[in-house]
C-alpha cells in the first residue's frame, strides 16, 4: 500500500472527533470507529492550507473567502454558534474570540513559512480574521511557532523554552497532573498548552494523539493541535493516515495532497 502523506492536524481531529462528547480519561482507546469523522478542525485547516496554495500574496480577504467557501460547504462540521453565523455572513468580522478555532487551523502555516518571523505573521493573520481577541492570537502563533520549530529539526526543549519565553505558557506540567481535573475547555489558553505538553511528553505520533484525548475536554481540537506538531517530528502510522485519508471527501484529499506535495518542494 503507497504511503499517504497527510496532516497531522487531520488525523488528530479525526481521531478525537468520536470522543469531543464522549470524553475518555484513558490512553487505551479505539482509534477509529464507524462514526470517527472529520469535523470543522480539518475543515478550517484545509481551508487555510488552501489559501496558502492560492493566494502568494497573503491577502485576509481571499482567506476569509476560503474559509467561507469550505465552510459553507460543510456547514454540518460542528462549528460553534458566533463561528457559524461568521461564516455565513456578508461581510465577516472579527468578534474578539479567545477560543482555539485560531489554533486548530493555523498548523499549515507553520508548515509553510520559510521563518519563524512569517510563521508568526502569518498565524496572526489567520487568527485576527475572526478570533482577534490577544489569546486568540497568542494560541495560533504558540502552535504555529511550534510547527515551524519542530519542523526545523528543533529539539522538545528548545520548543518548550521558546513557547514558555515568548507566550507565557506553563508546560512544565504532566498529562497525568493535568488529567484528573480537566474539563472541556474551548479557550485557547485553555488548551493550547496542554496540547503542546501531549506533544513534549509522547514519544511516536500515535502516543502524542492518545496523550492528547486522555485528558478529555475538545478532545478534536486538542488532538488536531497535538498532532500538527508531533507529525513533524514523528511518521504518521501508514495505517492511521491511511484511514484518515478515506474518510475525507474527494475534495478535502485534494487540497491535503497538494498543498503536501507543496511542502515538500519549499
Not at 476569509?64 to 459553507?72: F, N
Not at 526543549?157 to 484528573?180: C, D, H, M
Not at 502524542?208 to 478534536?220: F, P, T, Y
Amino acid at each position: 500500500m503507497k504511503k499517504v502523506k497527510m496532516l497531522g492536524a487531520l488525523a488528530g481531529d479525526i481521531i478525537g472527533s468520536v470522543y469531543e462528547f464522549h470524553n475518555t480519561k484513558s490512553t487505551d482507546f479505539r482509534l477509529f470507529s464507524s462514526t470517527s469523522m472529520f469535523t470543522d478542525d480539518s475543515v478550517m485547516t484545509l481551508a487555510v492550507a488552501k489559501w496558502l496554495l492560492e493566494d502568494k500574496l497573503h491577502t485576509p480577504n481571499r482567506l476569509v473567502e476560503c474559509m467561507q467557501e469550505l465552510g459553507r460547504r460543510y456547514e454540518d462540521a460542528g462549528y460553534g454558534g458566533h463561528f457559524l453565523s461568521w461564516l455565513f455572513a456578508q461581510y465577516p468580522k472579527p468578534y474578539n474570540s479567545w477560543g482555539n478555532g485560531a489554533g486548530m487551523r493555523v498548523s499549515p502555516v507553520g508548515l509553510y513559512a520559510k521563518t519563524l518571523d512569517e510563521a508568526l505573521r502569518l498565524a496572526a493573520l489567520t487568527a485576527s480574521v475572526s478570533h482577534n481577541h490577544i489569546e486568540g492570537v497568542k494560541g495560533a502563533q504558540a502552535i504555529a511557532a511550534s510547527v515551524f520549530l519542530c519542523k526545523q529539526g528543533k529539539t522538545k526543549q528548545e520548543i518548550k523554552e521558546y513557547v514558555e519565553e515568548t507566550f507565557g505558557y506553563n508546560l512544565s506540567r504532566t498529562i497525568a497532573e493535568i488529567r484528573p481535573h480537566y474539563d472541556f475547555d474551548v479557550s485557547c489558553q485553555g488548551s493550547v498548552p496542554e496540547a503542546i505538553i501531549a506533544f513534549l511528553e509522547g514519544n511516536s505520533f500515535e502516543e502524542v494523539i492518545r496523550l492528547a484525548i486522555s485528558l478529555g475536554g475538545d478532545s478534536d481540537t486538542i488532538g488536531a493541535m497535538a498532532g500538527a506538531i508531533a507529525a513533524c517530528m514523528y511518521p504518521i502510522p501508514e495505517s492511521i493516515a491511511e484511514q484518515c485519508h478515506n474518510i475525507l471527501t474527494e475534495d478535502l484529499r485534494e487540497i491535503n495532497d497538494t498543498f503536501m506535495k507543496l511542502i515538500c518542494t519549499r
